[in-house]
Structure formats: C-alpha cells, structure tokens
C-alpha cells in the first residue's frame, strides 16, 4: 500500500570527532558535491574514456538496437490501474520518450485493438514548459478519481513538483494545490483539502530528508499557513499521510516510520485527531473491508489474547478489536505482497519461489482462502485490483515465457487480456533451479538460465545477479533485454535468492541485518563456487552485476573476493558505508545496516565497507561503475569516489554516469537501451573475449 517502504533511523563526542576527521582525511570528499564544477568535469573525462571503449566495440550498435526495439515495442503489455471501469495506463516508447499518461474503458482494454485517449502528453509539457519532466505517479481522490495530484521530477530525481490535475478536463487546476520541488507527500482529505508533508519552515525534514510533520492544507491557503496535525521525531525515517475510500466514506491516516522497518500507523478519527492502531512496530495497514483494517505482520504478535505468527496477514477493528488470521504463510513460503479489494483479500505467495495468488474472503467461520487458476512455474503477480470492486489483473511470466496479463472478474472468472510476443529465442533456453551451501550451513536456491547446449558443453560465460536486502524478493521473470542480449549469445544468467531479501519471508530477511550482514555476502559468494564448481563456468569467465543494495554486494564482492570474479556491474551502488548515513536518504537505511556513529555497529561496518577496503595493492576485476547526477536517494558520490580510488591506485575500471535518470539510472526507454548495452558489451569483452 505505501511505496515509499519498495523506496521509498548516539555516539560520545569523541568518537563523533573521529568520524568528521575521517571524512577530512578523504582525499575524494569533493566527489561528493553532486554539481560541483569539478566533480562534473571528472564525471565527464570518465564518461568519454569508457563510452569511447564500449561504444567503440563493434558488439555495442546492434546490442544497442536490439535493446531499443524491444524498450519502444508497441508490443509491450500496457499495464495500467483499474479505477471507475477505465484502465489508467503510463506509456513510454520512441515517439513519446518522457510518456503519455492516458487510459481506456476496460471493454476496449480487453478488446484485441485497444483505442486510448491521451490525459496528459509529458514530452509536450516539458517542451512547453522548458523543462526536463520525468512523470513520478498519479494520487487522485475517490471515489470519483478525477481530481489529482501528479508528480513530476526533473531529470527522474526523487524530489517532485506537484499540481493538481482535472482527468475530466485533461487539464492543471489554475490556481490549484501545487508544491515546489521537494521529498514532499500528499494524501486527500476530500475536495478541498489535503494533508502534506513539506520543507516548510525549521525542522521540517527528518535527517533522512523526508518529511516530520503533516499539515492539513485547505484550498486557497499558503502552505506556510497550515496547520500542523501531526508530527514525529526528527530521527524518524518520515512521516506519511495516506487515505482511502471505503463503503462510501473515506479513510484518512499517518504512517510514522520510526526506522525503515518500523512505524507507527494512525487513523484520523472524527473530531480531526489521528488515534494509533494497536499494531506491532513491524507491520504494515495494507488496506480496508469495512471496519476491518488489513496488515501485514513482520513479526510475531500477542494480541487481545491471539497469538500471530511473523509474516501473517491479519485483519482486527480500527481499534484493534477482534484480531483474526486471515493467512499465514507454511514452511518455505512467503507471503510477498497483499491487495486488498472491496470484500477480498489477495495475496501474492511464494512456495519456495514459486509464485500463486490467493484468494481470501471472510466467511461465518474466519477467512477461506483458496487459490486463482494460473499458469504453474512462473512468476505471478497482481497487476491492479478494481479501486471500487473485487475484479482484478493478475499477470504471468518465467524466464522462458513472455508475459500474460489476466483479467479475473468479481465473479472469479479468467479471461486473457494482453500478451506480448517472444522477445527473444527461448525455444533452447532452460532454467533449473538449485541449491547452494552457505559458510554457516544455510541452503541458498538460485535460478541457472542458459541455452541447454550451453549448459552442456560446459563452462561458459556467467552472469550472477544479486541483490540480498529489505526483503526484497529476486524472482526468475522473463527479461527480454537479458535473453536478447546474453542469452541468445550463449551467456549464461543465474540469479541467487539470498539472505537479505524477502523470498523465504521476514525471517529470511531479518537473518541478514546489521551485524549478520556479511551473511548475505556468504550466500552470494556460496553461489560463485558452487556455478564453478558445477562446471557452468570459471572464474575467469564468471560476472557479478547488482545495483542500489545490490551495488554494494557488488563492492564487497570486487573487495572480499576478486578471486571469484572476473568482471563486476556495480550499479547506483552504496560504497563508503561509513558515512553512508550522512548522504541523502542514507539515514533511513539504518535499520537495514546500522548506525556508523555508534562505535559497536561501526565494528562490523568497517568489515566490509567496499570504499575503504579498496587496496592499492590487490588485484581486482575490472569493475564496471555506473550511476547517475540526478540519483537523490543513493549519492553518486559512492561510485565517484570508489572509481577515483581506483583510478588513484591505477586500477583498471570503467565508470558511466548518466547525467539524468534518478535512481533507476535512466528515465526513458531509450537511456535504458544504452546502460544495458553498455553492461552486456563490458561483460562481454572481460568474460567471453580471449
């Protein structure tokens, strides 16, 4: 239900000083300044030495033009959010680069030639506007859906300007709601009012720079003006208001992260106070039937004299009355994710990474579940369920299967609703699913994707992906730009489901926190040996590609164990990890990591931070670096800094810095098309060449 969580918390003086004197002694500090004259024209000399290398292979134009074809297929699913019998979809392709926002009735959605009609043209807005709009989402008021507030980024950062928007009239209100640029929320309280979080006025933003308080903002009023009705602490992660409608009446409410793993969640009540819901620290409201509120448990609870077990959904009253268990996930499932409708509640599960969905209804006698007819092996997941009903789109994929979107009826009928074409040749393409011992015992899975005759003439060049953190799940998707581009030229791909990561559930997840972090590095390594040790390749010929988290899998990986690895993809990558938390949203993730302030939780950051392990005298693979100038959640100044240590010590590196994108590295089909060229080229030329 909230984003901002797949986004989307103190030491003695002296050892305080010991951290401001070991940024001092940084010798690349400067990197950090994101539009720093300097750091640009560095940017920029790296840019032209390893585009002019990997640009210049001949591999790099028809990759490039592969990428590109399948990114602006008009072939592509067009997903979109099912509100008020229409399907609200955002589409990008080579004529409309920045996007159209736009949408069709559901009978047209599901007829084999849809006819859209355009709400609002981004490429013409920006060129009217002169400015570099990148489209960030779409929050309307129900249950009508025609007032909106659109977010618009400049160059894909995570700070938007947001207007309020008329569908009906296709149109920004004159006059209307609009915030400057900022890391700003909003939620409707009806027509007139909203509740925000802003940068207005002191201590405004927590120190992970997200919003503290929440204003309620009436129609016609200066921002400054509003009052304050809600406020948390300035070492919370952020404070986020949220609204809903249910049974004709709408649902208002704060979540207050106290750290990225914990909030403390609010309804407003009818005299305009917000009064917590008695829920665990680690759970999440995933939305409404009735009076009955829906969450999400990350860790046992006792309540009301029931007992839930970590990773139930569970449904009680506003005010925490009647608890009831709605699932609770068996032995090597996890429950992934929740949609709740009007009177159903779906949820996505993983029965050791196997994805289903599962239907829930309340009965006389407690909630029955049982699951939707999909397709077995694959990977499932909901698309959209109807704002105001049951129906639903639930898609299917595998490694070797385009796409299917499904559209399930309130009824529980299946019909096919779109499809994509084979984007790649798949006819020889196996996927096997293994397992791999970990340092302490622990069995790690992991997916191999290969051409079977690949596979069978032995080791060959190896791609193994890996991400390892906030619980989320890796799953085996089809990934057209992977099979086009490495697949069908005979690499193989292997994904690994490590501690870190949401696959086996908060358990799963919660094994690799703070100080059990490099169990996670355990488990990615474990995976290295065992593909070689299996023959699928070499060290010589075996790759390593991650990114955000995962580029710090990547760091630690190229530092800890470069025996293993002959060519590293280090994507928006967390490096210096000492002072990981005094970078932009860098202090929301100390629940994930800890605290670099607090000696004790310092001791075992300093084990693996990747930035400070970088050696002048080892030998590592030559690391692919890439990130981006607009990317305001991960600083770029991570990748800045590890490539001109390495360029200081005279190692050999790459490094790509998009001057746009965000955190995704890219913000239009086309900037994609070039970063996964640009990967599969260098992996090429350090794992294939001789």
Not at 315 to 320: A, V, Y
Not at 493 to 509: C, D, K, L, Q, T
Request: charged share 25%; hydrophobic share 40%.
């Amino acid at each position: 239900m909230f984003e901002w969580m797949k986004q989307a918390v103190a030491a003695g003086a002296a050892f305080a000083m010991m951290g401001a004197a070991v940024a001092q002694d940084d010798p690349f500090l400067w990197l950090e300044e994101v539009e720093g004259e300097d750091a640009l024209a560095w940017v920029e000399a790296q840019n032209a030495r390893s585009l002019e290398e990997l640009e210049g292979d001949p591999r790099y134009e028809p990759l490039y033009e592969a990428a590109r074809e399948i990114m602006n297929s008009e072939a592509r699913i067009p997903y979109g959010a099912l509100r008020n019998g229409y399907v609200y979809n955002f589409w990008q392709d080579e004529t409309n680069p920045r996007g159209l926002w736009r949408r069709a009735t559901l009978k047209s959605y599901l007829a084999k030639e849809t006819e859209w009609e355009t709400i609002l043209d981004i490429d013409a807005l920006a060129d009217a506007e002169g400015e570099n709009w990148v489209y960030k989402g779409v929050d309307c008021l129900k249950p009508a859906n025609d007032r909106c507030i659109i977010s618009l980024s400049r160059g894909g950062a995570d700070a938007t300007v947001k207007r309020e928007f008329l569908v009906s009239e296709k149109a920004f209100v004159e006059g209307g709601f609009e915030l400057a640029e900022a890391k700003s929320a909003t939620a409707w309280v009806d027509d007139e009012t909203l509740l925000v979080g802003m940068d207005v006025g002191p201590d405004a933003m927590t120190t992970s720079g997200y919003p503290r308080r929440s204003r309620l903002w009436s129609r016609g009023m200066a921002i400054a003006d509003a009052p304050v009705v809600f406020e948390g602490e300035a070492e919370d992660v952020g404070v986020w208001p949220f609204s809903d409608h249910v049974d004709g009446e709408p649902v208002v409410g704060i979540v207050r992260a106290t750290t990225f793993f914990t909030r403390k969640q609010y309804l407003r009540s009818a005299d305009g106070s917000f009064q917590q819901v008695p829920l665990p620290p680690k759970s999440s409201i995933e939305g409404f039937i009735g009076d009955r509120v829906i969450a999400l448990l990350q860790e046992p609870w006792d309540h009301d004299g029931e007992t839930f077990p970590i990773g139930a959904v569970v449904s009680l009253g506003r005010d925490g009355s009647n608890p009831e268990l709605v699932f609770a996930a068996g032995d090597r499932q996890a429950v992934d994710s929740v949609a709740v409708a009007k009177s159903t509640v779906y949820v996505e599960l993983l029965d050791n990474v196997a994805g289903k969905i599962l239907k829930i209804e309340p009965k006389r006698r407690g909630w029955k579940a049982k699951p939707l007819s999909l397709p077995a092996n694959g990977v499932v997941s909901i698309a959209t369920v109807d704002d105001g009903g049951d129906a639903l789109f639930v898609n299917f994929e595998s490694p070797t299967t385009p796409d299917s979107l499904y559209y399930f009826s309130e009824g529980g009928r299946r019909r096919p609703a779109k499809s994509q074409p084979e984007f790649f040749d798949a006819s020889d393409i196996t996927v096997e699913q293994r397992e791999a011992t970990s340092k302490d015992g622990t069995t790690v899975p992991y997916f191999v994707i290969s051409r079977k005759d690949v596979l069978k003439a032995g080791p060959a060049p190896t791609v193994l992906y890996g991400y390892g953190g906030f619980q989320v799940s890796i799953l085996p998707n089809y990934s057209a730009l992977t099979g086009k581009l490495w697949l069908e030229d005979g690499g193989v791909y292997v994904i690994a489901n490590i501690r870190g990561g949401g696959e086996f559930g908060p358990e799963w997840h919660q094994a690799a926190l703070k100080e059990n972090r490099h169990k996670a590095y355990e488990d990615f390594f474990a995976v290295g040996e065992a593909l070689v040790e299996e023959g699928v390749t070499t060290p010589e010929q075996l790759g390593a590609l991650g990114g955000s988290n995962g580029g710090l899998l990547m760091g630690v990986a190229f530092t800890q164990r470069p025996d293993l690895f002959n060519a590293i993809g280090c994507g928006v990558p967390l490096l210096d990890m000492l002072r990981y938390h005094k970078l932009l949203a860098g202090a929301s993730w100390m629940g994930e990591y800890g605290d670099p302030d607090k000696p004790d939780e310092r001791a075992y950051i300093e084990t693996y931070s990747p930035y400070q392990a970088i050696a002048e005298e080892a030998d590592y693979p030559r690391v692919f670096f890439f990130t981006s100038t607009r990317d305001d959640r991960v600083h770029p100044g991570h990748a800045r800094k590890a490539a001109a240590k390495f360029e200081a010590y005279e190692h050999p590196f790459l490094y790509y810095e998009n001057t746009e994108g965000g955190h995704a590295a890219a913000s239009n089909p086309d900037q994609v098309a070039r970063r996964t060229a640009l990967q599969y080229v260098y992996f090429s030329r350090q794992l294939a060449d001789e």
